[in-house]
């Protein structure tokens, strides 16, 4: 299986700030890197796909990047509704494995 | 619109069986694979599994393989995950999800079921 590991596990930030979730997969996956965000209680939501394509609905201050081997997740500006888990999943082989999830709080 | 619905909030002895569903609408329900995902109470997304409901072609995580069962029946466009023989620590919310060709990603999901198992 390839592991997905993701960084950092929590941090703590204010609204305005811009925040950075990395992700690095255990073997290669091209681009076939997804990220999702969480809250308690509701269904993941998909916020981009194919590691840098910003979903249809989902704010332009999501945006996601890859250099080598790590992809990232920015948040530029926080919002309010931006507090939630953040996960990364690779579809490049299955199992589809996720990361363990960075949690983003106040 | 696309919408996918689950079926209801179940509790369950540890050794019961259990089917739940997921009821897809607003889509061809045979031109997207549904997924299957785990999420325990407090813990992290677990990617459990995928079938075609087309061909009715399904691979697993090795983590599930062997405890559940996924299914799809075309005929009522619904998804199904189930349980012979359920444990407590199949406790946990269970969602589906319609998983997209272009890069595998899960673009519309259920509401969730959640599973509870206690003796």
């Known amino acids: 299986d390839i592991q997905m590991t993701q960084s950092p596990p929590s941090l703590s930030a204010s609204v305005g700030d811009r925040v950075t979730i990395t992700c690095r997969p255990s073997q290669t996956i091209t681009i076939n890197l997804n990220w999702y965000q969480s809250k308690p209680g509701k269904a993941p939501r998909l916020l981009i796909f194919g590691a840098t394509v910003l979903q249809s609905g989902v704010p332009s201050r999501f945006s996601g990047a890859h250099s080598g081997a790590a992809f990232t997740l920015t948040i530029n500006t926080l919002q309010p509704e931006d507090f939630a888990t953040y996960y990364c999943q690779q579809t490049y082989s299955s199992p589809h494995t996720f990361g363990q999830g960075t949690k983003v709080d106040i | 619109e696309v919408q996918l619905v689950q079926s209801g909030a179940e509790v369950k002895k540890p050794g019961e069986s259990l089917r739940i569903s997921c009821q897809v609408s607003?889509?061809?329900?045979?031109?997207?694979?549904i997924t299957w995902v785990r999420q325990m109470p407090g813990k992290g997304l677990e990617w459990m599994g995928r079938?075609?409901?087309?061909?009715?072609?399904?691979t697993y995580s090795p983590s599930f393989q062997g405890h559940v069962t996924i299914s799809a029946d075309k005929s009522v466009s619904t998804a199904y995950l189930q349980w012979t023989s359920l444990k407590a620590s199949d406790t946990a919310m269970y969602f589906c999800?319609?998983?997209?060709?272009?890069?595998?990603?899960?673009?519309?999901w259920g509401q969730g079921t959640l599973i509870t198992v206690s003796s």
């Open positions: 999800a319609r998983q997209r060709p272009t890069f595998g990603e899960s673009d519309y």
């Open positions: 607003g889509y061809n329900f045979v031109a997207y694979w």
């Open positions: 079938t075609d409901p087309s061909g009715s072609y399904t």
